[in-house]
């Protein structure tokens, strides 16, 4: 889901937040108001006193939203299953500053699975920002590896941050380009 318009909230609880661009970790009190920005892949941005504050989806309760649930597999899920579910989760992770996910922005170089022994598997990200001074780039990273972490059977999620080849428009997708006004 995606909102562009500015949702009136107030904040139910104490909530721990993560300052958009600097990625300094914060704590928002109960009853401090604000407004949703953005709403994309589970997480939202919130506006509040002149700062924007990103939300993790397990603390969507805080504002009032339901908390995003954790991925599922059946018993019997294939490596292809768990593959595409890889991917599924990657899709949910935004740059918070830019409503596309990262696989369309072209943040992702590698996504790889091994089986480290039966019903067990190891994941590989390699992955770069869009530019290499980002101030969330450990935040996006942090939520790719612990998204990629909730799929069943994944026991290690290692994500690599790269820089070459270096990230550049022509890796964006073409809906990236579009949703981005650069097609």
């Not at 596309?100 to 990200?125: E, F």
């Amino acid at each position: 889901m995606y909102s562009q318009s500015s949702e009136p909230v107030r904040f139910e609880r104490d909530c721990d937040v993560v300052m958009i661009p600097t990625g300094d970790h914060l704590s928002i009190p109960a009853g401090t108001p604000g407004y949703i920005t953005q709403s994309l892949g589970g997480s939202f941005t919130v506006f509040v006193d002149g700062n924007l504050f990103r939300i993790a989806g397990i603390d969507a309760d805080a504002i009032g939203k339901q908390p995003v649930l954790p991925p599922t597999l059946d018993l019997d899920a294939s490596d292809t299953d768990v593959e595409e579910l890889m991917w599924a989760q990657i899709r949910t992770c935004y740059d918070p500053e830019i409503p596309v996910n990262i696989v369309d922005l072209g943040l992702i170089y590698t996504a790889t699975l091994k089986r480290s022994k039966p019903g067990h598997r190891n994941a590989h990200i390699q992955m770069t920002l869009t530019a290499p001074g980002c101030g969330m780039g450990e935040i996006i990273v942090d939520d790719v590896r612990s998204k990629v972490a909730l799929i069943p059977t994944i026991d290690k999620v290692d994500v690599e941050l790269v820089f070459d080849p270096p990230w550049n428009t022509s890796m964006m997708s073409e809906v990236a380009r579009l949703e981005t006004g650069l097609l």
